[in-house]
């Protein structure tokens, strides 16, 4: 296993469009996590997944953004009718609950909304 | 209040000093802390977590709890140039702080 692997990388769309973004975590990790983060602050937390369940939703998060993870194995990050204010990097972690709880992150997609 | 605060920095060492980073968190229920490096244009990735009041040392660095401030720190001894990173505090594994950008100089 090579880790948690996000696809794609960059993203550049226009202003309305819709997006998706993916994310494949670490095989035996249970939980999966996205984060939003842009330059200069720390990742601002949108939901989390317990295998396929999703556990917690950001209060912050607009009705746009919505994630699923079906079978509890690769997940998905759809942003309906973009905004400039969304560009931003998205970034996914995975752990193993009853482990250390460490995170691990993917290296992020770059979406930029023109 | 954010839930979890950092100085924002920047914070500038010279190579060899002890570098010191603070965090508080709002959520007195916190059981779970851990700090994270970011390189410029890279992802978060873990140097330590602690769950229990007081210290717990790893190499150069040592982190420091203390449940009733509701504080958590992170010291770098003997800071060295590739050190130089953003670090961010995190609370229960889902909450992270802004970072505080850290710069060694040789």
């Known amino acids: 296993d090579t880790g948690v692997s996000q696809n794609p990388r960059h993203k550049i769309t226009k202003r309305g469009q819709n997006v998706t973004f993916r994310c494949d975590p670490i095989s035996e990790h249970n939980r999966l996590y996205w984060y939003r983060q842009t330059l200069g602050q720390g990742p601002e937390f949108l939901t989390y997944f317990q295998n396929e369940a999703q556990l917690e939703k950001s209060r912050l998060l607009s009705d746009r953004f919505s994630a699923e993870r079906p079978k509890g194995s690769f997940s998905t990050l759809e942003i309906q009718r973009t905004e400039q204010g969304d560009s931003a990097m998205y970034l996914c972690?995975?752990?193993?609950?009853?482990?250390?709880?460490?995170?691990?992150f993917g290296s992020g997609t770059q979406l930029s909304v023109l | 209040q954010k839930e979890v605060e950092q100085n924002s920095g920047p914070l500038s060492v010279p190579e060899g000093a002890i570098a010191s980073l603070n965090c508080t968190y709002s959520?007195?229920?916190?059981?779970?802390f851990f700090w994270y490096r970011q390189y410029s244009g890279k992802s978060p990735e873990l140097i330590m977590s602690i769950y229990s009041n007081g210290d717990k040392e790893d190499g150069r660095f040592t982190a420091q709890l203390n449940k009733a401030s509701q504080y958590v720190s992170l010291l770098i001894r003997d800071s060295q140039p590739s050190d130089s990173a953003t670090y961010l505090c995190?609370?229960?594994?889902?909450?992270f702080g802004a970072g505080t950008r850290l710069t060694v100089k040789p």
């Open positions: 972690a995975s752990s193993l609950a009853g482990g250390d709880d460490e995170l691990f």
């Open positions: 995190a609370v229960n594994d889902m909450r």
């Open positions: 959520d007195r229920g916190s059981q779970s």
